[in-house]
């Protein structure tokens, strides 16, 4: 008893030193001791397009900070996938015009409601020609396709519902491309336990775990999507955030050859291509005049990370939130042909009515 005692008093001893102590692995989050060359690159080699970004008030909001933040970090246009549709995205358009006709380019968004209502698609197809009439450079399809809408009947749409069809291959017609999310990180589907990578942003974000049934399994979506594009050849799709195959570049690299009219966009998933530089440099050369900068959530304080990962040689530095990566990132060290092409040149390609005296090289 005395021994078992003297034992917890010794135990006290030390932890009211410090010693011992105990505490979670979310707050366990030192900095690395490890001296390396290498530094943080606050601004861009190249005028860059960022081919996804939100500004949910376009339409009434004061552009001039944001432009200043923009010419910061050397953003030459900055694409906002919120146009939404009707009057919104055209008084978005007319704020844009007046003010800074060639620093933004916006992408208009589809309205699903009622899908399964007699006229439905054809009064879809004809909003969306109206809205690139009024200004639209594009469309922007969010996740919640294949995830939470459906038809009157209370049927999940699908990403490839032959109800959308008419709506991708007008896309094709007006010479518009679509930026697309389906699904999420496939973790998300993954069991919740010690074996799931993206366990602490479930944990501190529990409203983004699904399962087979909440709604389907996710590859059911992943192929519904690949379905689309290979449907619609003379569309080009966007895939944001690689698809969710930056963590497996193999399979996308697949992916890639089956669908020409695929194109991918590395929103929100650097860190996937900040472990893996050298298999990602290679990805990256080889699919050079397919994948574009975007960053996707607003916050220029993160944009130096991105701008590290493609650009510098450098080793083991950090990511900026835990909860995504809990590892460092390196330099992809990427060729200045090869970022001028993800910076800009292929957007340019997409978006032609670009101004392209903000890009020296053009």
Same mark, same amino acid.
């Given at each position: 008893?005395?021994? %078992?005692?003297?034992?917890?008093?010794?135990?006290?001893?030390?932890?009211?030193?410090?010693? /011992?102590?105990?505490?979670?692995?979310?707050? !366990?989050? @030192?900095?690395?001791?490890?001296?390396?060359?290498?530094?943080?690159?606050?601004?861009?080699?190249?005028?860059?397009?960022?081919?996804?970004?939100?500004?949910?008030?376009?339409?009434?909001?004061?552009?001039?900070?944001?432009?200043?933040?923009?010419?910061?970090?050397?953003?030459?246009?900055?694409?906002?996938?919120?146009?939404?549709?009707?009057?919104?995205?055209?008084?978005?358009?007319?704020?844009?015009?007046?003010?800074?006709?060639?620093?933004?380019?916006?992408?208009?968004?589809?309205?699903? *409601?009622?899908?399964?209502?007699?006229?439905? =698609?054809?009064?879809?197809? $004809?909003?969306? +020609?109206?809205?690139?009439?009024?200004?639209? $450079?594009?469309?922007?399809?969010? &996740?919640?396709?294949?995830? %939470?809408?459906?038809?009157? &009947?209370?049927?999940?749409?699908?990403?490839?519902?032959?109800?959308? *069809?008419?709506?991708?291959? &007008?896309?094709? #017609?007006?010479?518009?491309?679509?930026?697309?999310?389906?699904?999420?990180? &496939?973790?998300?589907?993954?069991?919740?336990?010690?074996?799931?990578?993206?366990?602490?942003?479930?944990? =501190?974000?529990?409203?983004?775990?699904?399962?087979?049934?909440?709604?389907? @399994?996710?590859?059911?979506?992943?192929?519904?999507?690949?379905?689309?594009?290979?449907?619609?050849?003379?569309?080009?799709?966007?895939?944001?955030?690689?698809?969710?195959?930056?963590?497996?570049?193999?399979?996308?690299?697949?992916?890639? #050859? #089956?669908?020409?009219?695929?194109?991918? /966009?590395?929103?929100?998933?650097?860190?996937?291509?900040?472990?893996?530089?050298?298999?990602?440099?290679?990805?990256?050369? %080889? !699919?050079?005049? $397919?994948?574009?900068?975007?960053?996707?959530?607003?916050?220029?304080? +993160?944009?130096?990370? !991105?701008? %590290?990962?493609? +650009?510098? *040689? *450098?080793?083991?530095?950090?990511?900026?939130?835990?909860?995504?990566?809990?590892?460092?990132?390196?330099?992809?060290?990427?060729?200045? +042909?090869?970022?001028?092409?993800?910076?800009?040149?292929?957007?340019?390609?997409?978006?032609?009515?670009?101004?392209?005296?903000?890009?020296?090289?053009?």
């Amino acid at each position: 008893m005395h021994l %078992r005692i003297a034992i917890y008093l010794l135990l006290l001893f030390y932890m009211s030193f410090g010693y /011992g102590q105990e505490m979670s692995f979310e707050e !366990y989050n @030192p900095p690395s001791t490890l001296v390396v060359p290498g530094e943080e690159i606050p601004r861009a080699k190249f005028p860059f397009v960022d081919i996804h970004s939100h500004q949910f008030r376009m339409a009434t909001q004061d552009l001039s900070e944001l432009v200043r933040d923009m010419d910061q970090i050397n953003m030459a246009v900055m694409v906002n996938l919120s146009g939404r549709s009707g009057e919104q995205l055209k008084r978005a358009v007319e704020n844009v015009s007046q003010n800074y006709p060639n620093r933004f380019v916006v992408f208009a968004n589809i309205n699903f *409601d009622g899908i399964g209502n007699p006229g439905w =698609t054809e009064k879809a197809v $004809r909003q969306l +020609e109206t809205d690139v009439n009024n200004g639209a $450079r594009g469309l922007k399809i969010y &996740k919640s396709l294949g995830l %939470r809408h459906q038809d009157i &009947k209370g049927k999940r749409v699908a990403v490839d519902d032959e109800r959308l *069809d008419p709506i991708w291959a &007008k896309c094709g #017609e007006l010479g518009i491309p679509v930026l697309i999310h389906s699904a999420d990180p &496939k973790s998300f589907w993954d069991p919740m336990d010690s074996n799931n990578e993206r366990w602490l942003e479930l944990k =501190t974000r529990p409203g983004r775990k699904r399962s087979d049934t909440n709604p389907v @399994p996710w590859q059911q979506i992943i192929d519904e999507q690949h379905r689309m594009f290979k449907k619609h050849p003379k569309t080009h799709f966007i895939n944001a955030h690689m698809g969710w195959h930056a963590n497996n570049l193999a399979k996308l690299s697949e992916f890639m #050859e #089956e669908i020409p009219n695929m194109y991918v /966009g590395i929103g929100a998933i650097i860190a996937e291509l900040g472990r893996q530089p050298r298999f990602a440099h290679e990805f990256f050369v %080889r !699919y050079q005049d $397919r994948i574009l900068f975007g960053k996707d959530a607003w916050n220029p304080s +993160e944009f130096p990370t !991105y701008f %590290r990962v493609l +650009e510098s *040689d *450098d080793e083991y530095f950090p990511y900026y939130k835990k909860y995504h990566a809990f590892w460092s990132m390196y330099g992809l060290n990427l060729p200045d +042909e090869v970022l001028r092409k993800v910076y800009y040149k292929n957007a340019l390609k997409l978006l032609p009515a670009m101004d392209k005296s903000l890009f020296p090289e053009e």
